[in-house]
């Protein structure tokens, strides 16, 4: 089972910022955030990870709450292109294995609209 | 420019035929993995390997086989496909390394079994 939880659908007007939760309140210490998004009838993609302090890069920024219970991804001027689903994931550090392996919940499905 | 690459991106086949999906990478990742997609269940990892012959069962591998003779080249077997197993089907790779790494995924086989 996915270890996070995360709204299934969310709309974002384009050119303003996405803010996309998930709670993962059973995070242990050595587990990363990772997110992902697939764009329709594509793979999935990486956008970001962090451990615990936020993290930015040209795509999004990664915001982790103090107490690793939650985490907030940050497109900061959505465009119509970034209409996919976003997936939240915890995992440990070491991918293959079986403490390492990308499980996927069901994600939020993000519109952009004009 | 990374690359997975998977062999087909649309197939269809019949019912007891055997069928092989190849997937190839060339970043000298260690881990593959493939995963299939369905609507209302998300991505659910069939297998996995990290390193050249060896393999491990994700979730659901009833049905389905794997192979890895090669770094580069981890194929899925359907020893007898059946309707049921009609799907998107999935193959990312990743460096298997501490924390720092991301997947890389193909973009997808759409498979039909009649």
């Known amino acids: 089972d996915a270890k996070t939880t995360q709204p299934t659908s969310m709309d974002c007007a384009e050119g303003r910022a996405a803010n996309l939760p998930c709670n993962h309140s059973?995070?242990?210490?050595?587990?990363?955030v990772y997110w992902y998004r697939q764009i329709h009838s594509q793979g999935p993609q990486y956008i970001i990870h962090g451990l615990k302090n936020n993290e930015t890069n040209e795509m999004a920024s990664l915001i982790i709450t103090e107490d690793r219970k939650s985490s907030t991804l940050i497109l900061p001027h959505a465009t119509l292109r970034d209409t996919a689903v976003y997936y939240c994931i915890v995992m440990s550090g070491r991918y293959g294995g079986s403490q390492g392996n990308l499980i996927f919940g069901k994600g939020t499905k993000l519109s952009v609209k004009p | 420019d990374v690359k997975v690459t998977q062999s087909s991106r649309y197939l269809v086949k019949r019912t007891g035929e055997k069928v092989f999906l190849e997937c190839v990478q060339d970043m000298d990742h260690e881990n593959m993995f493939w995963y299939r997609q369905d609507p209302g269940l998300g991505l659910r990892l069939i297998y996995f390997?990290?390193?050249?012959?060896?393999?491990e069962k994700g979730d659901i591998p009833e049905g389905y086989s794997v192979s890895r003779e090669k770094k580069e080249r981890f194929s899925l077997i359907l020893e007898s496909a059946s309707t049921n197993q009609t799907s998107m089907y999935l193959c990312?790779?990743?460096?298997?390394?501490?924390?720092?790494?991301?997947?890389?995924f193909g973009q997808g086989t759409r498979l039909t079994v009649v």
């Open positions: 059973t995070i242990s210490g050595n587990e990363y």
């Open positions: 390997s990290y390193d050249v012959k060896m393999k």
């Open positions: 990312a790779s990743s460096f298997m390394s501490r924390g720092n790494t991301e997947a890389f």
